[in-house]
Every structure is written in structure tokens, then in C-alpha cells.
């Protein structure tokens, strides 16, 4: 339930350059360490499960390091689209692993217990034989305050925050685009096939704070205090919800059925199916709410839909009631039903 990990610790001018002599000539670290402000500059260093260590001047005599590290591919010795389970066995094997590695760049690097967690992954790997479809209709979910999409990719259902980063994805596509047939990883196609990635990245200080709070994790928290799936657990299920939603997808004539086949009164039924034909109009749940509280007509209809916030909210509770996702499948995709990818997930 994590992939990805960033620690950093502080250091010195001296030990900076002790550490950089190991992988430059000494002429190249005192450019290195005269040009590192303002920002960072990579180690070349190949070692399973670590993706980037890097430098930077933070202040006067002062540098960070900084260590990305996954774990899973870290204990396994090898990439893998696999996520770190947080169990008590994958910790142990961590355990053991971390240290060899840190030591692994550089002999005079402190253990881990002593580097301070920057950034975490909270990741699921969920199962869908539609997975581009999927990505697709992620698009069209809901935008939490404040989160933009900053990068518009069509593999990629992509939203940002100062804190976080919210990105569903589909895994074969990103695998494809950065890794080719006869590269040693190719074997991540096979593995990629069929996932749609759920990715939290919770970054910075502001963040992490937040979840030691919550969680009572203790003041000086190390990388091992944050491996629990519970708060994994929690953190995804509460943007995923956010974000898509629980429901399964349905073809809006399907949807209507379902609709049509509840206990709701008939004014009830006729207004949601309004509210579910302005999202398929305006494309994504986000705008369908702005059109909504400022009123819309309907193509073709000549019908007025207009409601408050408050009305929104419970028409996307309804929906959440009887398991309907608020976005419809396009009609020229001749699909009927496609199930929430959330529904693979197997909860302990």
C-alpha cells in the first residue's frame, strides 16, 4: 500500500563533499558544491529500489540530501509494479534492506531511523479489464478544493494541491511510454497488465505533520512509523471516494432504469435523472456543479436544471446509495456496465 518513499536529512559543507568524492573528481565536487543553490544535483547511483539521491544548498554551510527509495522493489532486489504492503514480514525484510542500501551510497550516511520522511505514496494496484476506460471516467469525477490537473495527460486522471498529489493512472500505458521491448524491464509490461494505479503522494512538511497528528504518530516519527495500512488504508479510501466515488458505471440508459426501480418519488427520480444528463453534458461532475447552481438547459430538451450546493451533495449521496457512479459511460462506447475498479480491492 506504498510505493514510493522520500527521505532527507541534513549535513554539512564537509561531509557533503566526503560523500560526493565517492562519485566525483575533485574538481567536479567543488563545482558541484559552489552551484548547488537554488537546486538539486543527482549521485549517479544504480541500486535496486532506489530511484534518486540528490544534493542541495539550503543555507550558508548547510546541504540536504535527499533519498527516494521504493520499498518493495528494494527488498525484492528488482523494479516491480508490486506495492509495499506494510505487513510485519515486509517490514522486517525493510528493516534489514534500508541499511545495507544507505550505507550502499555512502559509508559515512546515518541509519534511516535518523532521516526525516518528506514524501509518501499511499498506493493500491486495483484490477479492471477497462482500464482506459476507466482512467476516462476518473476524469470526469470530482476536482476536491483546490487540486488542479497540471500536466493533462490521456493516460492519466491527474489532480494537485500544494500538499498533494492525486494521480489515477493506468499502469501498462506508463510502463509502455518508458520502457521498451528489449529493455531488462520489459517483464513490467506483464506484470502492468490490467492495473489501474492509485496513487496519494502526501508531500512536505505541512502534510506529513498533519498525518502524525492524526494518527499519533510520535514527534521525531522515522520512515517505519508511517508503514501502517491503516492509515494506507484510510488515506486512499478518503480521496478515492472524493475523487470517483464508490459506484459502478452505467450506460445512461441504464442508469435511468436504476433509477427508475428505486423506491424514490417520481419527482425525485425525474430530478436526478436531469442532474446525471447535465454531468454527461458538461462533461465532468466539477462543471456540472458550477452549471448547476447558475442553472443550465439541456440540449435538445429545452429542460432547466438549476439547484443549490446542499441539492447537489444529496443527489451524489442517492447515487452513492444505490451504487451508482453520478458519470455515465458515452453512449458510442456501446457498453453497458463497467464495475468500480475499487471493487477488486480485497480488505482485511
Not at 566525483?24 to 558544491?33: D, L, N, S
Not at 494506507?232 to 441504464?254: N, R, T
Amino acid at each position: 500500500m506504498i510505493h514510493t518513499i522520500e527521505l532527507t536529512i541534513t549535513t554539512n559543507r564537509n561531509k557533503a563533499k566526503i560523500i560526493l568524492s565517492d562519485y566525483y573528481q575533485f574538481e567536479e565536487v567543488q563545482q558541484i558544491i559552489a552551484n548547488t543553490k537554488g537546486k538539486k544535483v543527482s549521485i549517479p547511483i544504480q541500486y535496486p529500489g532506489i530511484t534518486d539521491v540528490s544534493f542541495s544548498h539550503i543555507d550558508r554551510d548547510y546541504y540536504r540530501l535527499y533519498l527516494i527509495i521504493e520499498p518493495q522493489s528494494l527488498i525484492i532486489g528488482r523494479r516491480t509494479i508490486d506495492v509495499f504492503d506494510c505487513s510485519d514480514e515486509s517490514i522486517y525484510k525493510l528493516r534489514n534492506a534500508l541499511p545495507v542500501a544507505i550505507k550502499n551510497i555512502s559509508s559515512t550516511l546515518p541509519s534511516e531511523e535518523r532521516w526525516t520522511v518528506s514524501r509518501i505514496d499511499y498506493t493500491v494496484n486495483l484490477l479492471s479489464e477497462n482500464v482506459e476506460k476507466c482512467v476516462y471516467l476518473a476524469k470526469k469525477g470530482r476536482d476536491p478544493y483546490r487540486y488542479k490537473d497540471t500536466i493533462k495527460l490521456p493516460g492519466s486522471s491527474y489532480r494537485k494541491s500544494k500538499t498533494v498529489i492525486l494521480n489515477f493512472y493506468d499502469k501498462l500505458d506508463h510502463i509502455r511510454k518508458n520502457t521498451g521491448p528489449t529493455s531488462p524491464n520489459a517483464y513490467l509490461m506483464e506484470e502492468a497488465k490490467n492495473i489501474f494505479r492509485i496513487e496519494i503522494q502526501c508531500l512536505g512538511n505541512k502534510k506529513l505533520r498533519h498525518i502524525k497528528d492524526k494518527y499519533k504518530l510520535p514527534t521525531n516519527a522515522d520512515i517505519y512509523d508511517y508503514l501502517r495500512s491503516d492509515i494506507a488504508k484510510e488515506i486512499i479510501f478518503y480521496y478515492y471516494k472524493k475523487v470517483i466515488g464508490m459506484g459502478d458505471y452505467y450506460s445512461m440508459s441504464e442508469a435511468i432504469n436504476k433509477i427508475q426501480n428505486t423506491p424514490w418519488s417520481r419527482r425525485k427520480q425525474e430530478n436526478i435523472i436531469k442532474w446525471l444528463r447535465l454531468i454527461a453534458h458538461a462533461r465532468s461532475i466539477s462543471k456540472a456543479r458550477e452549471q448547476f447552481i447558475t442553472g443550465t438547459v439541456l440540449k435538445n430538451t429545452n429542460t432547466l436544471v438549476k439547484g443549490s450546493l446542499n441539492t447537489f451533495g444529496n443527489y451524489i449521496k442517492s447515487c452513492e446509495a444505490i451504487d451508482l457512479n453520478p458519470v455515465t459511460i458515452p453512449k458510442d462506447w456501446e457498453i453497458k456496465y463497467i464495475p468500480n475498479p475499487i471493487k477488486s480491492l480485497k480488505i482485511s
